[in-house]
């Protein structure tokens, strides 16, 4: 990270502009509470004697500048784990650039001027982004791809688009996101699908943005929490329709239940993905097969039986070898339900 280098972010809150509209107190609070958090992460910044971060913040939004790539990362992460205990959520971009900011204070003219076209750029970088968490340019990754301390901090993730003609969701865009503090990764998980839900009962569209808060918990979550997930994700009450939004979960989960496997027993084995299938069957966590787990997963997301055509599934939320594994558990599920013919 040369020293002649700089670093922009750009950040704006989710779903506040909608509460205005039949709750200005509460917009109010949240903008207060995102302006008080800045706040608090600068003194900490300061108190660490990191690199300056420069913020320029209005509404609910915010800019902001660095010559340190890593303390900016931080700075916008420890503020959306702040945030995100008082249920306030941001997307957010970050790239490599300059905002060449300018404050005016002329008689009773008082703002901010951005003179650099890097603005535009990590602005488009956010607008462009439908998820909850932030954004990290690729281009950023690649020049940057040997830096350990920046990679320690760095998840492979993936948002959400709409299609306002079908009303739908349609294909997700991988990107690459900051990690969570892995402590909370499991609890921010409930948090994320708690609030998809609470959106998608008002706004389909919207509640897309959680998604990609989803994929980057579900990366950093060990196999045994991600079981103790699905205990409590299959005593939700859901109807129907929204248990069809809600199936990209049911990828992504069973998407890291395989990859935890390979990773945690056979990376340094030679196997076929059938004698995968069959350790993944022995393997128990809190005495409950890996089987069992992925059935009671199944069951609750597809009550009349597995409908979704697995090809048209995007590698974004399971790998085309993970593609694989599962359709060895399809076909062995439905093989049991006809094991008195044979």
Not at 122 to 136: A, E, Y
Not at 223 to 252: A, G
């Amino acid at each position: 990270m040369g020293s002649t280098k700089s670093y922009i972010a750009y950040l704006d809150l989710l779903g506040i502009k909608a509460v205005a509209s039949f709750d200005y107190e509460s917009y109010f609070d949240h903008v207060v509470a995102f302006q008080e958090e800045i706040l608090n992460c600068q003194q900490n910044n300061l108190r660490q004697k990191r690199n300056k971060i420069h913020v320029y913040m209005f509404s609910d939004c915010a800019y902001l500048e660095s010559k340190d790539l890593f303390a900016l990362c931080s700075f916008v992460n420890n503020l959306r784990m702040s945030l995100l205990r008082n249920n306030i959520f941001f997307n957010a971009a970050i790239t490599e650039g300059s905002l060449g900011a300018n404050i005016i204070e002329e008689n009773t003219v008082h703002g901010t001027i951005f003179q650099n076209k890097d603005t535009v750029k990590v602005c488009s970088l956010q607008t462009t982004f439908g998820g909850v968490g932030i954004r990290i340019d690729e281009s950023i990754i690649e020049k940057t791809h040997n830096d350990s301390k920046l990679n320690s901090i760095i998840a492979k993730s993936c948002f959400c688009c709409w299609n306002e003609k079908e009303k739908c969701y349609t294909n997700f865009i991988p990107f690459y996101d900051i990690k969570f503090n892995e402590a909370n990764a499991d609890i921010l998980l409930v948090i994320m699908v708690n609030e998809f839900l609470k959106t998608a009962y008002i706004d389909k569209r919207a509640a897309r943005y959680y998604f990609s808060g989803m994929k980057t918990c579900i990366s950093q979550i060990a196999l045994s929490n991600t079981c103790e997930f699905i205990d409590k994700l299959v005593k939700y009450k859901l109807q129907k329709s929204m248990l069809k939004c809600l199936s990209p979960l049911y990828y992504l989960l069973v998407n890291s239940i395989y990859d935890l496997i390979y990773h945690n027993s056979i990376k340094d084995k030679q196997f076929d993905l059938e004698d995968e299938y069959d350790l993944s069957l022995s393997i128990k966590i809190n005495d409950v097969s890996i089987k069992e787990y992925l059935e009671k997963l199944t069951s609750f997301f597809f009550i009349n039986g597995f409908s979704d055509n697995l090809d048209e599934v995007s590698n974004c939320l399971i790998s085309n070898r993970n593609k694989y594994i599962m359709s060895i558990f399809l076909v062995n599920d439905v093989k049991s339900d006809f094991t008195d013919f044979t």
